[in-house]
């Protein structure tokens, strides 16, 4: 199996979120806050939190006492996202990096959540390794993913537009949950499993998980 470079498929993602920074449009495939169900004084992490709305609510949810922090690559996501933050709310930060190399500390966090952006990783495995890291003993994670039904051909996995478009990563869900349980989580649930659907000629899902640290 093959992939875009790191630099390719970068740049085709940047490119791609940089135009979607100012757009109305949702990014989302799931309701991981919602159901990650973060309470006061706990510490949130959003990966790939695009124009920060979750990081926001989040934000209200914990309180003062807790924290909220984003986490994109893309430097006109985090600009939209910082500007976005009222006053009044000093308990959000961003952060950008890698999420297979996150700037962000052992066992910091009590709550992971992402949504549909680990597909845009090739490496998952890492990613979730890095989230097995910043959890706290007795932490959770709450992803929303896109997911292939089958092997995507290689014209498909070569193409770093369909990987911007959130599909051309996407791997099988046996393979999506062995880089979970891979990466050290050994209590994992399926919360949700979409029926499939077309994109860009390959049939994909969107799927939901929640595991514990």
């Known amino acids: 199996m093959t992939s875009p470079s790191l630099s390719i498929l970068g740049r085709a993602i940047e490119g791609r979120y940089a135009g979607l920074a100012n757009s109305c449009c949702s990014l989302s ?11 006061t004084g706990e ?17 209200g949810r914990v309180g ?29 930060r961003f952060v950008s990096c890698d999420l297979a190399a996150l700037d962000l500390q ?19 495995q890492a990613v979730y390794r890095e989230i097995h890291r910043v959890l706290r003993p007795g932490g959770r994670f709450v992803v929303s993913d896109v997911i292939a039904e089958s ?9 770093p537009a369909a990987w911007a478009a959130c599909y051309g990563g996407a791997i099988p869900e046996p393979q999506y949950l062995g880089a979970i349980s891979g990466a050290g989580f050994a209590s994992v649930e399926i919360l949700s499993r979409s029926e499939p659907y077309e994109k860009g000629g390959v049939l994909v899902r969107s799927l939901t998980v929640r595991g514990m640290r």
Do not use: Y
């Open 29 to 39: 495939c799931g309701e991981a806050l919602d159901l990650a169900a973060p309470t």
């Open 43 to 59: 510490t949130l992490v959003d990966l790939g939190c695009g124009r920060g709305q979750d990081v926001i609510r989040a934000a």
């Open 64 to 92: 003062p006492q807790g924290a909220a922090i984003g986490v994109d690559r893309t430097p006109a996501m985090i600009d939209k996202a910082r500007a976005a933050v009222p006053p009044f709310l000093t308990n959000v």
């Open 106 to 124: 052992d066992a910091s966090a009590d709550v992971v959540i992402s949504n549909c952006t680990i597909n845009h990783v090739a490496d998952k």
């Open 151 to 159: 092997e995507l051909p290689e014209s498909v996995r070569n193409d």
